[in-house]
């Protein structure tokens, strides 16, 4: 890349949470940012506070439909160039016991949290695969790895999916100049956990976690920053374990 031109991100489910605070990374580290969200108001929002430190655009998308992937990647080239990174992020944590969950239920659990992630590595892995060059980051996550301890069947076998997928598109674009990575946090110390629970709740899950304390979004937005770097043309087809030592392997 020219001396100066800065490089382009993509994150998705970027209006709020994890999502935003990866935006942030990025923004901070000098890539301009494409902010997506199903919240295209939010994503505006989000879009608007990365204004000050770079370029940013904030785009409603549904991850979902790959027309609306297509869009993305459109107005992406249009607005900044040719992105070099994309950050798998958006998708929603479910709950429910395993013989209550409807069919209905866990299907739409999988389109949003598996499909959506699947869509945009291969709109985004063929584009990459094009220029030569490319980086994906998809988030997973700890219950895709133990079967959710906390989490509805819906969702962790979403994220267990994420992690199946992962490898087989790094191997695929491997040869072609593109990595792809997955980041798979445990508990983290964000609004949306730390609202969902008591005090006493949120206690004895701190005490479960073996570093005793709820994990950092933003040092899982640091990781996504480093896998986006060159010198990660060293690593694909790898999860990154961001979970406390909740799970050692």
């Known amino acids: 890349m020219a001396e100066g031109v800065a490089r382009v991100a ?31 108001r939010g994503a505006a929002v989000a879009a608007r506070e990365l204004a000050a430190v770079t370029g940013a655009l904030g785009l409603e998308h549904d991850i979902r439909v790959k027309a609306s992937w297509d869009e993305v990647l459109r107005r992406s080239n249009q607005e900044f160039g040719g992105p070099m990174v994309l950050v798998n992020c958006a998708g929603q944590t479910l709950f429910g016991d395993a013989l209550e969950v409807s069919p209905r239920d866990f299907s739409a659990g999988i389109e949003l949290n598996l499909t959506g992630t699947f869509i945009g590595c291969q709109v985004f892995g063929r584009f990459f695969a094009e220029q030569a060059t490319g980086r994906i980051i998809n988030i997973a996550s700890l219950a895709g790895q133990n079967g959710g301890t906390a989490s509805g069947i819906h969702y962790a076998a979403a994220k267990a999916g994420v992690l199946a997928l992962t490898k087989v598109f790094a191997r695929e674009l491997a040869a072609r100049g593109v990595t792809v990575n997955a980041i798979a946090p445990g508990p983290l110390n964000v609004a949306a956990v730390r609202d969902a629970l008591s005090t006493g709740q949120l206690a004895g899950l701190e005490r479960g976690i073996p570093v005793g304390t709820l994990l950092s979004p933003d040092f899982v937005a640091q990781t996504a920053v480093l896998l986006a770097s060159d010198e990660a043309i060293s690593t694909t087809g790898a999860c990154w374990d961001i979970n406390g030592g909740l799970l050692l392997r």
């Open 10 to 40: 993509v994150v998705t489910g970027a209006a709020s949470g994890l999502g935003r605070r990866i935006a942030h990374a990025f923004a901070a580290a000098g890539y301009r940012v494409v902010v997506t969200d199903i919240d295209g």
